[in-house]
Protein backbone atom coordinates (compact mmCIF):
# COMPACT_ATOMS: atom_id res chain seq x y z
CA UNK A 1 0.00 0.00 0.00
CA UNK A 2 1.75 3.28 -1.38
CA UNK A 3 1.24 6.54 0.60
CA UNK A 4 -0.94 8.98 -0.97
CA UNK A 5 0.05 11.52 -3.63
CA UNK A 6 0.68 14.64 -2.34
CA UNK A 7 -1.75 17.40 -4.68
CA UNK A 8 0.36 19.03 -7.41
CA UNK A 9 1.82 22.61 -7.22
CA UNK A 10 2.84 24.72 -4.64
CA UNK A 11 0.75 23.51 -1.49
CA UNK A 12 1.93 26.21 0.89
CA UNK A 13 0.88 28.94 -2.16
CA UNK A 14 -2.79 27.34 -2.46
CA UNK A 15 -2.91 25.57 0.37
CA UNK A 16 -5.00 27.83 3.29
CA UNK A 17 -7.77 28.97 0.76
CA UNK A 18 -8.19 25.16 -0.06
CA UNK A 19 -8.59 24.30 3.51
CA UNK A 20 -10.80 27.00 4.40
CA UNK A 21 -12.96 25.49 1.45
CA UNK A 22 -12.77 21.57 2.91
CA UNK A 23 -13.57 22.97 6.15
CA UNK A 24 -16.97 24.90 5.00
CA UNK A 25 -17.65 21.50 3.89
CA UNK A 26 -17.32 19.90 6.86
CA UNK A 27 -19.52 22.47 8.27
CA UNK A 28 -22.51 22.13 5.63
CA UNK A 29 -22.75 18.50 5.57
CA UNK A 30 -22.71 18.75 9.42
CA UNK A 31 -25.12 21.40 9.60
CA UNK A 32 -27.58 19.08 7.02
CA UNK A 33 -27.17 16.41 9.46
CA UNK A 34 -28.76 18.57 12.38
CA UNK A 35 -31.12 20.81 11.34
CA UNK A 36 -33.86 19.13 11.85
CA UNK A 37 -32.97 19.17 15.90
CA UNK A 38 -34.78 22.44 15.55
CA UNK A 39 -37.24 22.06 13.08
CA UNK A 40 -38.72 18.91 14.38
CA UNK A 41 -41.73 20.08 15.58
CA UNK A 42 -42.83 21.64 12.03
CA UNK A 43 -42.02 18.72 10.30
CA UNK A 44 -43.83 16.44 11.98
CA UNK A 45 -46.68 19.05 11.84
CA UNK A 46 -46.24 19.56 7.72
CA UNK A 47 -45.81 15.58 7.18
CA UNK A 48 -48.47 14.38 9.73
CA UNK A 49 -45.84 12.25 11.85
CA UNK A 50 -45.16 12.68 15.51
CA UNK A 51 -42.13 14.15 16.75
CA UNK A 52 -40.58 10.74 17.44
CA UNK A 53 -41.47 9.92 14.00
CA UNK A 54 -39.91 13.02 12.64
CA UNK A 55 -36.64 12.28 14.72
CA UNK A 56 -36.15 9.09 12.58
CA UNK A 57 -34.72 11.59 10.53
CA UNK A 58 -31.56 11.94 12.54
CA UNK A 59 -30.75 8.54 13.24
CA UNK A 60 -31.26 7.48 9.29
CA UNK A 61 -28.47 10.17 8.48
CA UNK A 62 -26.13 9.08 10.92
CA UNK A 63 -26.47 5.32 10.72
CA UNK A 64 -26.09 5.82 6.54
CA UNK A 65 -22.94 7.93 7.18
CA UNK A 66 -21.30 5.10 9.66
CA UNK A 67 -21.94 2.98 6.64
CA UNK A 68 -21.18 5.13 4.07
CA UNK A 69 -17.84 6.40 4.89
CA UNK A 70 -15.86 2.96 4.77
CA UNK A 71 -17.70 1.90 1.68
CA UNK A 72 -17.42 5.32 -0.25
CA UNK A 73 -13.60 5.47 0.94
CA UNK A 74 -13.17 2.05 -1.50
CA UNK A 75 -15.76 2.99 -4.05
CA UNK A 76 -13.96 6.09 -5.04
CA UNK A 77 -10.92 4.05 -5.67
CA UNK A 78 -8.56 6.57 -7.60
CA UNK A 79 -10.36 9.15 -8.08
CA UNK A 80 -8.77 12.57 -8.11
CA UNK A 81 -10.09 13.44 -4.65
CA UNK A 82 -11.54 16.89 -6.14
CA UNK A 83 -13.61 15.38 -7.96
CA UNK A 84 -14.90 13.55 -5.49
CA UNK A 85 -15.40 15.85 -3.06
CA UNK A 86 -17.18 18.30 -5.75
CA UNK A 87 -19.24 15.45 -6.69
CA UNK A 88 -20.82 14.76 -2.70
CA UNK A 89 -21.51 17.88 -2.07
CA UNK A 90 -23.49 18.11 -5.23
CA UNK A 91 -25.40 15.23 -3.79
CA UNK A 92 -25.41 17.21 -0.64
CA UNK A 93 -26.82 20.06 -2.37
CA UNK A 94 -29.71 18.12 -4.43
CA UNK A 95 -30.70 16.13 -1.20
CA UNK A 96 -31.11 19.00 0.61
CA UNK A 97 -33.36 20.58 -1.77
CA UNK A 98 -35.27 16.89 -1.81
CA UNK A 99 -35.60 17.55 1.71
CA UNK A 100 -37.49 21.13 1.22
CA UNK A 101 -39.51 19.61 -1.37
CA UNK A 102 -40.85 16.57 0.54
CA UNK A 103 -44.53 16.18 0.60
CA UNK A 104 -44.39 13.00 2.94
CA UNK A 105 -41.88 11.67 5.06
CA UNK A 106 -41.09 8.79 2.93
CA UNK A 107 -39.67 10.86 0.58
CA UNK A 108 -38.04 12.62 3.89
CA UNK A 109 -36.77 9.79 4.70
CA UNK A 110 -34.78 9.07 1.17
CA UNK A 111 -33.50 12.55 1.48
CA UNK A 112 -31.78 12.15 4.69
CA UNK A 113 -30.30 9.00 3.35
CA UNK A 114 -28.85 10.95 0.40
CA UNK A 115 -27.65 13.20 2.98
CA UNK A 116 -25.99 10.83 4.85
CA UNK A 117 -24.26 9.37 2.00
CA UNK A 118 -23.00 12.67 1.44
CA UNK A 119 -21.80 13.32 4.84
CA UNK A 120 -20.23 10.22 5.55
CA UNK A 121 -18.13 10.81 2.30
CA UNK A 122 -17.01 14.19 2.51
CA UNK A 123 -15.71 13.96 6.10
CA UNK A 124 -14.15 11.07 5.89
CA UNK A 125 -12.33 12.40 2.92
CA UNK A 126 -11.93 15.51 4.45
CA UNK A 127 -10.23 14.52 7.23
CA UNK A 128 -6.83 13.21 5.50
CA UNK A 129 -6.66 16.08 3.25
CA UNK A 130 -5.07 18.60 5.78
CA UNK A 131 -1.84 17.40 5.11
CA UNK A 132 -1.51 17.28 2.11
CA UNK A 133 -2.63 20.85 1.30
CA UNK A 134 -0.13 22.65 3.50
CA UNK A 135 3.53 22.42 4.60
CA UNK A 136 4.40 19.14 7.20
CA UNK A 137 5.12 21.34 10.00
CA UNK A 138 1.02 23.13 9.33
CA UNK A 139 -0.66 19.76 9.39
CA UNK A 140 -1.56 20.13 12.85
CA UNK A 141 -3.35 23.71 12.71
CA UNK A 142 -4.74 22.73 8.97
CA UNK A 143 -6.48 19.83 10.62
CA UNK A 144 -7.62 21.75 13.40
CA UNK A 145 -9.25 24.27 11.10
CA UNK A 146 -11.06 21.25 9.05
CA UNK A 147 -12.42 19.90 11.91
CA UNK A 148 -13.59 23.50 12.95
CA UNK A 149 -16.56 23.22 11.09
CA UNK A 150 -17.82 20.65 12.82
CA UNK A 151 -17.44 22.60 15.91
CA UNK A 152 -18.92 25.56 14.50
CA UNK A 153 -21.64 24.08 12.64
CA UNK A 154 -22.83 23.29 16.20
CA UNK A 155 -23.10 26.47 17.21
CA UNK A 156 -24.01 28.84 14.28
CA UNK A 157 -25.29 26.28 11.62
CA UNK A 158 -27.82 24.67 13.83
CA UNK A 159 -29.17 27.63 15.47
CA UNK A 160 -29.40 29.68 12.25
CA UNK A 161 -31.17 27.20 10.62
CA UNK A 162 -33.78 26.81 13.39
CA UNK A 163 -34.09 31.12 12.98
CA UNK A 164 -34.36 30.57 9.60
CA UNK A 165 -37.35 27.88 9.51
CA UNK A 166 -39.28 30.52 12.30
CA UNK A 167 -38.64 33.33 10.10
CA UNK A 168 -39.76 31.63 6.82
CA UNK A 169 -40.60 27.80 7.26
CA UNK A 170 -38.42 24.96 7.69
CA UNK A 171 -38.35 24.26 4.34
CA UNK A 172 -36.77 27.35 3.55
CA UNK A 173 -34.05 26.43 6.47
CA UNK A 174 -33.22 23.09 3.90
CA UNK A 175 -33.07 25.94 0.99
CA UNK A 176 -30.44 27.58 2.54
CA UNK A 177 -28.64 24.98 3.13
CA UNK A 178 -28.53 23.94 0.05
CA UNK A 179 -27.49 27.20 -1.61
CA UNK A 180 -24.60 26.88 1.09
CA UNK A 181 -23.80 23.54 -0.07
CA UNK A 182 -23.78 24.89 -3.94
CA UNK A 183 -21.84 27.61 -3.14
CA UNK A 184 -18.60 25.29 -1.34
CA UNK A 185 -19.42 23.06 -3.82
CA UNK A 186 -17.96 25.99 -6.33
CA UNK A 187 -15.28 26.80 -4.06
CA UNK A 188 -14.00 23.33 -3.80
CA UNK A 189 -13.99 23.61 -7.64
CA UNK A 190 -12.02 26.48 -8.10
CA UNK A 191 -9.54 26.77 -4.62
CA UNK A 192 -8.93 22.76 -4.03
CA UNK A 193 -5.20 21.44 -6.38
CA UNK A 194 -5.80 18.34 -8.31
CA UNK A 195 -5.40 15.73 -5.26
CA UNK A 196 -4.51 12.15 -6.97
CA UNK A 197 -4.99 9.02 -4.94
CA UNK A 198 -2.53 6.92 -3.67
CA UNK A 199 -3.25 3.10 -4.48
CA UNK A 200 -6.75 2.25 -4.02
CA UNK A 201 -7.65 0.31 -1.01
CA UNK A 202 -10.25 -2.06 -1.43
CA UNK A 203 -12.79 -2.41 1.82
CA UNK A 204 -10.92 -5.66 3.10
CA UNK A 205 -7.71 -3.19 2.94
CA UNK A 206 -9.88 -0.96 4.82
CA UNK A 207 -11.33 -3.36 7.85
CA UNK A 208 -7.85 -4.86 7.91
CA UNK A 209 -6.82 -1.60 9.42
CA UNK A 210 -8.69 -2.74 12.54
CA UNK A 211 -5.56 -5.55 13.31
CA UNK A 212 -3.00 -2.46 13.35
CA UNK A 213 -3.08 -1.98 17.43
CA UNK A 214 -2.46 2.00 17.23
CA UNK A 215 -5.86 1.93 14.97
CA UNK A 216 -7.72 -0.13 17.12
CA UNK A 217 -6.68 1.90 20.42
CA UNK A 218 -7.67 4.69 18.73
CA UNK A 219 -10.99 3.89 17.17
CA UNK A 220 -11.54 2.52 20.96
CA UNK A 221 -11.14 5.73 22.14
CA UNK A 222 -13.26 7.49 19.76
CA UNK A 223 -16.22 4.75 20.53
CA UNK A 224 -15.83 6.02 24.86
CA UNK A 225 -15.71 9.60 24.24
CA UNK A 226 -18.00 10.27 21.68
CA UNK A 227 -20.63 7.79 23.35
CA UNK A 228 -20.08 8.90 26.63
CA UNK A 229 -20.77 12.61 25.18
CA UNK A 230 -24.20 11.98 23.78
CA UNK A 231 -24.70 9.71 25.70
CA UNK A 232 -24.85 13.11 28.64
CA UNK A 233 -25.38 15.64 26.23
CA UNK A 234 -27.96 14.25 24.36
CA UNK A 235 -30.34 14.72 27.37
CA UNK A 236 -28.30 18.31 29.03
CA UNK A 237 -31.57 19.96 28.81
CA UNK A 238 -33.59 17.95 31.08
CA UNK A 239 -30.35 17.77 33.13
CA UNK A 240 -30.00 21.33 33.81
CA UNK A 241 -33.83 22.35 34.31
CA UNK A 242 -33.96 18.70 36.55
CA UNK A 243 -30.48 19.38 38.48
CA UNK A 244 -29.56 22.65 37.99
CA UNK A 245 -32.88 24.39 38.02
CA UNK A 246 -32.06 26.37 34.87
CA UNK A 247 -35.11 28.50 33.32
CA UNK A 248 -36.20 27.18 29.89
CA UNK A 249 -35.09 30.64 28.90
CA UNK A 250 -31.22 30.19 29.80
CA UNK A 251 -30.75 27.12 28.62
CA UNK A 252 -29.94 28.22 24.75
CA UNK A 253 -27.58 30.96 26.28
CA UNK A 254 -25.66 27.62 28.15
CA UNK A 255 -25.28 25.78 25.13
CA UNK A 256 -24.03 28.73 23.36
CA UNK A 257 -21.74 29.11 25.66
CA UNK A 258 -21.22 25.65 25.89
CA UNK A 259 -20.45 25.23 21.76
CA UNK A 260 -18.27 28.53 21.48
CA UNK A 261 -16.15 26.75 23.85
CA UNK A 262 -15.67 23.60 21.73
CA UNK A 263 -14.45 25.63 19.39
CA UNK A 264 -11.99 27.09 20.89
CA UNK A 265 -11.08 23.58 22.61
CA UNK A 266 -11.05 22.45 19.15
CA UNK A 267 -7.88 24.78 18.22
CA UNK A 268 -6.92 24.63 21.11
CA UNK A 269 -5.63 20.70 20.79
CA UNK A 270 -5.38 21.04 17.59
CA UNK A 271 -2.16 23.32 18.39
CA UNK A 272 -0.85 20.34 20.68
CA UNK A 273 -2.07 17.15 19.06
CA UNK A 274 0.40 16.99 16.23
CA UNK A 275 3.40 17.26 18.96
CA UNK A 276 1.77 15.25 21.20
CA UNK A 277 -1.20 13.22 20.63
CA UNK A 278 -1.68 10.91 23.39
CA UNK A 279 -0.69 13.82 26.07
CA UNK A 280 -3.33 15.48 24.55
CA UNK A 281 -6.29 12.73 24.68
CA UNK A 282 -4.92 11.86 28.43
CA UNK A 283 -5.96 15.40 29.33
CA UNK A 284 -9.00 15.42 27.57
CA UNK A 285 -10.45 12.41 28.76
CA UNK A 286 -9.56 13.06 32.00
CA UNK A 287 -10.92 16.72 32.18
CA UNK A 288 -14.01 15.69 30.44
CA UNK A 289 -14.81 12.74 33.13
CA UNK A 290 -14.66 15.44 36.09
CA UNK A 291 -16.38 18.10 34.31
CA UNK A 292 -19.49 15.64 34.10
CA UNK A 293 -19.20 13.89 36.35
CA UNK A 294 -19.06 16.96 38.37
CA UNK A 295 -22.61 18.48 36.97
CA UNK A 296 -25.23 16.37 39.15
CA UNK A 297 -23.03 18.31 42.26
CA UNK A 298 -21.53 21.08 41.67
CA UNK A 299 -24.07 22.50 38.41
CA UNK A 300 -26.76 22.99 41.44
CA UNK A 301 -26.39 26.76 40.70
CA UNK A 302 -26.30 28.82 37.74
CA UNK A 303 -22.75 29.65 37.92
CA UNK A 304 -21.43 26.56 38.43
CA UNK A 305 -23.30 24.76 35.83
CA UNK A 306 -21.67 27.60 33.59
CA UNK A 307 -18.35 26.57 34.37
CA UNK A 308 -18.31 23.08 34.10
CA UNK A 309 -20.43 23.25 30.78
CA UNK A 310 -17.52 25.69 29.73
CA UNK A 311 -15.01 22.88 30.68
CA UNK A 312 -16.80 20.37 28.93
CA UNK A 313 -17.44 22.08 25.56
CA UNK A 314 -13.20 23.04 26.08
CA UNK A 315 -12.53 19.38 26.45
CA UNK A 316 -14.85 17.71 24.16
CA UNK A 317 -14.03 20.29 21.32
CA UNK A 318 -10.45 19.12 21.15
CA UNK A 319 -11.76 15.21 20.75
CA UNK A 320 -12.39 15.04 17.08
CA UNK A 321 -8.96 16.69 16.24
CA UNK A 322 -7.59 14.42 18.33
CA UNK A 323 -8.59 11.77 17.76
CA UNK A 324 -8.20 11.82 14.03
CA UNK A 325 -4.70 12.91 14.38
CA UNK A 326 -4.06 9.70 15.99
CA UNK A 327 -5.10 7.98 13.55
CA UNK A 328 -3.84 9.54 10.43
CA UNK A 329 -0.66 8.88 12.53
CA UNK A 330 -1.45 5.27 13.35
CA UNK A 331 -1.95 4.50 9.69
CA UNK A 332 0.11 7.42 7.23
CA UNK A 333 0.33 4.93 4.42
CA UNK A 334 -4.09 4.88 4.58
CA UNK A 335 -5.20 7.70 5.89
CA UNK A 336 -8.51 7.94 4.17
CA UNK A 337 -9.06 4.14 4.90
CA UNK A 338 -7.94 4.91 8.63
CA UNK A 339 -10.19 8.21 8.33
CA UNK A 340 -13.31 6.56 6.89
CA UNK A 341 -13.54 3.90 9.52
CA UNK A 342 -13.17 6.90 12.36
CA UNK A 343 -16.19 8.21 10.69
CA UNK A 344 -18.01 5.39 10.95
CA UNK A 345 -17.20 4.60 14.72
CA UNK A 346 -17.91 7.86 15.26
CA UNK A 347 -21.54 8.36 14.03
CA UNK A 348 -22.21 4.82 15.24
CA UNK A 349 -20.97 6.40 18.71
CA UNK A 350 -23.31 8.99 18.36
CA UNK A 351 -26.23 6.51 17.78
CA UNK A 352 -25.75 4.03 20.74
CA UNK A 353 -25.12 6.85 22.68
CA UNK A 354 -27.94 8.12 22.83
CA UNK A 355 -29.88 5.46 22.51
CA UNK A 356 -28.31 4.31 25.55
CA UNK A 357 -28.40 7.29 27.60
CA UNK A 358 -32.22 7.35 26.64
CA UNK A 359 -32.48 4.46 28.47
CA UNK A 360 -30.68 5.11 31.72
CA UNK A 361 -32.74 8.38 32.10
CA UNK A 362 -36.22 6.46 32.12
CA UNK A 363 -34.97 4.08 33.77
CA UNK A 364 -32.51 5.77 36.83
CA UNK A 365 -33.71 9.09 36.27
CA UNK A 366 -31.74 12.03 34.16
CA UNK A 367 -29.07 12.71 36.53
CA UNK A 368 -27.94 9.26 36.02
CA UNK A 369 -26.70 9.68 32.14
CA UNK A 370 -23.58 12.31 33.58
CA UNK A 371 -22.50 9.06 35.55
CA UNK A 372 -22.52 6.82 32.86
CA UNK A 373 -20.68 9.36 30.39
CA UNK A 374 -18.60 9.99 32.72
CA UNK A 375 -17.65 6.45 33.21
CA UNK A 376 -17.02 6.18 29.58
CA UNK A 377 -14.90 9.00 29.51
CA UNK A 378 -12.73 7.21 32.29
CA UNK A 379 -12.44 4.06 30.00
CA UNK A 380 -10.98 6.30 27.14
CA UNK A 381 -8.62 7.78 29.75
CA UNK A 382 -7.35 4.11 30.29
CA UNK A 383 -7.59 3.13 26.69
CA UNK A 384 -5.24 5.73 25.81
CA UNK A 385 -3.21 5.26 29.02
CA UNK A 386 -2.84 1.40 28.57
CA UNK A 387 -3.15 0.72 24.64
CA UNK A 388 -0.98 1.24 21.84
CA UNK A 389 0.02 4.74 20.93
CA UNK A 390 1.22 5.43 17.18
CA UNK A 391 5.20 6.64 16.82
CA UNK A 392 5.30 10.53 17.42
CA UNK A 393 5.69 12.74 14.24
CA UNK A 394 3.96 9.76 11.70
CA UNK A 395 1.30 12.42 11.54
CA UNK A 396 3.24 14.09 8.67
CA UNK A 397 4.42 10.94 6.80
CA UNK A 398 3.25 10.52 3.21
Not at 77 to 96: E, K
Not at 199 to 207: F, K, N, S
Not at 280 to 292: E, F, W
Request: net charge positive.
Amino acid sequence: MTPEAPARGKPAARGWPAVVAVAAGTFTVVTSEMLPVGLLTPIGDALDVTEGTAGLTLTVTGIVAALSAPLLTSAVGGLDRRLVLCCLMALLTAADLLAAWSPDVTVMMVARVLIGIGMGGVWSLAGGLAGRLVPPDRAGPATSLVFSGIAVASVLGVPAGTYIGEWAGWRMAFVAVAALALLVTVAMAVLLPPLPAGRAVGLGGVIRLFGKPEVATGLAVVALLVCGHFAAYTYVRPVLEDVSGVGASLVGTLLLIYGVAGVAGNFLAGARAGRNTKGTLVVISAVLAVSVLLVPTLGVSTWGVVLLLTVWGVSYGGVSVSTQTWLASAAPEAREGATSLFVGVFNAAIAVGAMVGGRVADGFGTGSVMWLGGALAIGALLVTLFGRAPKAGAVTAG
